[in-house]
């Protein structure tokens, strides 16, 4: 059942209809819960609970559901929670007590399991908006208490552009806990990495320019139109030809929205190099700019490379310049090799970066257990560290 935001007439009611269960008195059930409904009530029976997007800032009339009731799939983004249960435990503090119905002693919601919470009607009390830390409406409320005239006096002084490099930071902190691989580090990150975003829209609400309702509908809007194959009736042949798509589609987004055409609109500055590069090569690629096989990217890279050794017997400024210019080649055509390869090319080199970061400490820990300075060693007795170290 929707959320109720009045009362509803027993006359509006639909009829009765043969082997349907009469519905029970809402009203009598909100009377006994002490509740107005013009303040803001969800209704929902107990085995529908996990599908429902309620929000427990507002008090839920939680409806008994019968043995046998059907069942119903978990609500996109609660889907880790599995049952009633699970999804109470994740959303309210521990020890928040939920009434049973039309009375009886208060539970703590962790002492209730499945059974007990599909067999009767329960009232779970609102929580106030700075403990609904499991809602997505609980960071807007915590960000917008930071920002109150007696909030944080360091997020008072937050504008666009200061906060701009945490939300580098950020993504960068997320992507290390991807390669982690712990996922409590990663769902850690994700919040982190959400709060730039739920401040970024306070700003902007304090503004009157947006608020997290156009984030929302921007986004949704722009993945349902540039997946037509999943949300339309386009069909597709597999994953290249659904990049194929989704750059026209966002040419023809450009085009629409003005200015000068180009198929390389809206690629981030602030993107690192690696990044954007693979970004320029995999939209020329999608409108048909590309190699017709590796051998000529092959070929492009060794090309490249001699061009950069050329350029090492330039003397001065304009030696440095041709240097600059041609390692900036030989790297570009690196890229379009990993594309090539379907290989990430910051992927690759962060992890060539560890890699010898590892190497290197187990060089300086064989050094120390042979009681050797390793600063004061030769470059051939360095190597022949190395070379012990990489061939374990």
């Known amino acids: 059942m929707a959320p109720t935001s009045g009362r509803t007439p027993s006359s509006s009611l639909p009829p009765h209809r043969p082997g349907v269960k009469a519905p029970r008195s809402v009203d009598r059930l909100l009377a006994a819960a002490g509740i107005d409904p013009a303040h803001g009530v969800q209704v929902v029976s107990g085995r529908r609970l996990a599908s429902i997007a309620f929000d427990p800032s507002l008090p839920v009339l939680l409806l008994a559901e019968p043995a046998g009731a059907e069942q119903v799939a978990v609500l996109p983004g609660r889907h880790a929670r599995k049952g009633p249960r699970e999804v109470m435990v994740a959303l309210y503090p521990q020890g928040h007590l939920l009434l049973p119905l039309p009375d009886g002693m208060p539970r703590p919601v962790e002492s209730l399991s499945d059974e007990e919470l599909l067999a009767g009607d329960w009232l779970v009390p609102a929580l106030a908006p700075l403990d609904n830390l499991a809602s997505p409406h609980g960071m807007a409320a915590i960000s917008a208490r930071l920002r109150a005239p007696d909030g944080c006096p360091w997020d008072r002084r937050q504008t666009h552009a200061t906060l701009r490099p945490f ?226």
């Open 167 to 392: 939300v580098l930071e950020e993504a960068y902190e997320t992507v290390d806990a991807i390669a982690g691989g712990r996922p409590e580090d990663l769902a850690e990150e994700l919040g982190d990495l959400f709060l730039q975003i739920i401040l970024h829209a306070q700003l902007a609400a304090e503004d009157g320019a947006f608020d997290l309702t156009d984030v929302y509908r921007t986004l949704g809007a722009k993945i349902i139109r540039r997946h037509p194959h999943v949300f339309g009736d386009l069909e597709v042949s597999g994953a290249e030809e659904v990049l194929r798509n989704w750059e026209a589609i966002k040419a023809a987004e450009r085009h629409e929205a003005g200015g000068p055409p180009s198929a390389f609109r809206g690629i981030a500055r602030a993107l690192p190099a690696l990044a954007a590069s693979r970004e320029i090569q995999e939209r020329a690629a999608s409108l048909g700019w590309d190699w017709p096989a590796i051998e000529g990217v092959w070929e492009k890279v060794g090309e490249e490379l001699a061009e950069l050794h050329e350029a090492e017997g330039i003397e001065g400024d304009a030696g440095r310049d041709a240097r600059l210019h041609e390692l900036g080649d030989v790297l570009f055509a690196a890229v379009n090799l990993a594309r090539w390869l379907k290989l990430d090319p910051e992927e690759a080199l962060r992890s060539a970066n560890r890699r010898w970061i590892g190497r290197y400490e187990r060089v300086e820990a064989l050094a120390s257990d042979r009681g050797l300075i390793l600063v004061d060693l030769s470059a051939d007795a360095k190597d022949a560290l190395w070379n012990e170290v990489k061939g374990q």
